[in-house]
């Protein structure tokens, strides 16, 4: 149902000012449509995509593995780094909430703001439930033994994470 795309390597500009080379690899999922079952779909997918890079993106630096909700751009970034957010791994996943975005574009700001809080309470309850699957069980119990946790923000560049 749902493919990613990989984009060419590049490095960040703000890691290129801090001396950091790295260059990312990001992964997008578009969910063009607007219905909540297509996007939760999308985010089951964006947890399975976590589990099957894992491995290649856990450091002895990796302390989370950090979802992080863009409501207003209806965005969810997920990405393995440090508490501190100073150090994360190479690849990265975006899932693009498209028909999200767009339905709520034309609103007014009182029912804009309403529904950001909503879906917000949407993603992060969705998370949850995928984080409980039976299939995520052994890439969850393999991070834990490496001190890795799962957490969630809708704060972008927040270092207080809420643990799923």
């Known amino acids: 149902m749902h493919s990613w795309k990989k984009h060419d390597p590049e490095p960040s500009v703000f890691g290129q000012v801090a001396g950091n080379p790295t260059e990312y690899v990001v992964y997008t999922l578009s969910v063009r449509s607007a219905d909540d079952a297509d996007v939760q779909a999308g985010i089951v997918e964006a947890v399975a ?32 780094t440090d508490r501190e957010r100073s150090f994360d791994a190479r690849e990265v996943l975006k899932v693009l909430a498209e028909g999200w975005e767009a339905a709520s574009f034309d609103l007014e700001e009182d029912a804009q703001l309403q529904i950001w809080e909503e879906r917000d309470g949407l993603v992060r309850a969705w998370l949850r439930r995928a984080l409980r699957l039976p299939e995520v069980q052994p890439t969850l119990a393999s991070l834990a033994a490496r001190g890795v946790v799962p957490a969630f923000t809708a704060q972008h560049h927040a270092t207080e994470f809420e643990p799923l």
């Open 49 to 80: 995509q976590m589990c099957r890079l894992a491995e290649a993106n856990v450091t002895a630096r990796t302390e989370v593995v950090l979802f992080e909700w863009d409501a207003v751009a209806s965005t969810l970034t997920v990405v393995y």
